[in-house]
């Protein structure tokens, strides 16, 4: 009598859980449809769960929670993405994720791409003309020409996280944990053809503390390093000497550093984006007329050529799209369409015809008129 009981309380249990989740679904499908799974299983087996593998979740300092590429999720249920970092050429658009997912674009269509060369622990992915780049965890790099059907493996860091790709003229420069960077020379150094791996020799900068997620240059000799609580490390020739710069009131986390139309431009936390017009000697905290753009987080800057000048292109927190015509002095709040947090945006480098892509959560997003309306795309798994 007590067993038919248990059943029956258990199936009980799971209807209403089945019910309440429909509901909780069609309002928030990624965050209740995982909760209701969980719970269907516990009810289902016993109150017995199983995880197989969850990734650690942290909260950089704008509050978000994101989650860092420790072991990927084996759920099926598992309806989020974790779409995070979007790179952009005129012939490959390639996106990563949290889960070290890798989608690249193939007619119109993101579609994830599946290689046995390539791990689960993902950071980061840069594309130079018809070359891809990416990095993980443990310190290393990935290279294709060909659509990741071969793949070319470099340990760089020795497990160190590298999080950020820059280039200077043709040297690959990378950014990481602990404040390491990475300048790459010029030439490949293979003692197998036969061998995937490709040895490079690389210098190792290690200046310490915070971990760095950006890294760029003027294309000349001045290189800048930024990451977290407002660290900024600047090089004047070309990464052999670094001085750390001290804004006062930035100290919260900076995700991307950017030259464009001869200034750099660095994207964080708390609405900080910051501008210097002297290579990177000072800076200047852009204000904002909107009040709504004070409680956003900016997450990723770009530019598109628009005639002139290059167009500034900024994505953040909630869905938020903002552009610059006039080189930072006033900006305009477009309409992106989603609620997801973006997290990355990238735009191919034609002078015409050009289109961005903007990425976050579940979402990504493409525009053909310069950053102006933006529309979802399809995505394969």
Known sequence: MNASLSDINVRLLSAYFIQWGVLMCYFNRFIHCSLVAVLLSACNSG???SVNSVPTKTKDSSGTTSMLMTDRVFNATNSNLGLHYVTATSSKVSIISDFGDLYRLNKKVFKIVK???????LLSVYAVDDMVYLSDKKGNIYSSQNNFKTIKQDNVGKNIALYGFGSLDDTLLIAGYNGNIFIQDNEDHENDKNDSRQER???NINLGGYSLYSITSDGNNTLLAVG???VIWRSADRGAHWNRLLVTGVNSN??????????FYIAGDYATLLKSSDHGLTWKKVNFDNPLLATKHFKSITTIWDGKLEKIILVGTGGLIISSANNGI???VESSGVAEHLLSVDCTEERTNATCYATGGNAILSSTDKGHTWSPMIIQN
């Open 201 to 203: 020799d690389w210098r």
């Open 115 to 121: 290689n046995d060369e390539i791990p689960e622990d």
């Open 330 to 332: 006033s900006w305009q």
């Open 47 to 49: 109150y017995q769960t």
């Open 254 to 263: 900076l995700y991307q550093v950017r030259y464009i139309n001869d200034d």
């Open 228 to 230: 977290n609580s407002g």
